[in-house]
């Protein structure tokens, strides 16, 4: 069993690599766990540069703005953001979360209103809890 990446897979992983390279913010130091304006600004904007090649949400099917990335492309995609601490997770509750959830069991109305905006880094979701008492 050979366990290398396809020549295919390669080719992608080095896109993600050249487009980081282009794309990540001259002054963008790595730190993602500060909270300051000037991050939420910085996530924001890089999100945005994500959204021009539909990898806000990759591994989400086509028709919902992704890529219907495979596993192993995920994989390749998530480990070159990491290596490079890119500062992604602009909506993680409304990529990880909200939308799988409106992809399944929303309406066409709901699909139609929120996934595009997801996926565009139009906005961002948080979710709330409470408690009984």
């Avoid at 300051?36 to 949400?57: G, I």
Wanted: proline fraction near 5%; charge should be negative; hydrophobic fraction near 35%.
């Amino acid at each position: 069993m050979d366990f290398r990446f396809s020549p295919q897979e390669e080719t992608f992983r080095q896109e993600i690599r050249d487009w980081l390279k282009d794309n990540l913010p001259e002054d963008w130091t790595g730190d993602r766990f500060t909270r300051s304006d000037e991050n939420r600004n910085v996530y924001a904007e890089f999100a945005k540069r994500l959204a021009t090649k539909k990898w806000v949400a990759p591994h989400w099917p086509v028709e919902y703005g992704g890529l219907g990335l495979s596993v192993i492309e995920q994989l390749i995609f998530n480990e070159e953001m990491s290596y490079a601490n890119a500062p992604i997770g602009y909506s993680t509750i409304g990529v990880g979360w909200a939308g799988p959830t409106i992809i399944v069991y929303g309406t066409d109305q709901q699909k139609k209103q929120h996934l595009s905006a997801i996926t565009n880094a139009e906005t961002m979701w948080c979710q709330g809890f409470s408690e009984p008492n």
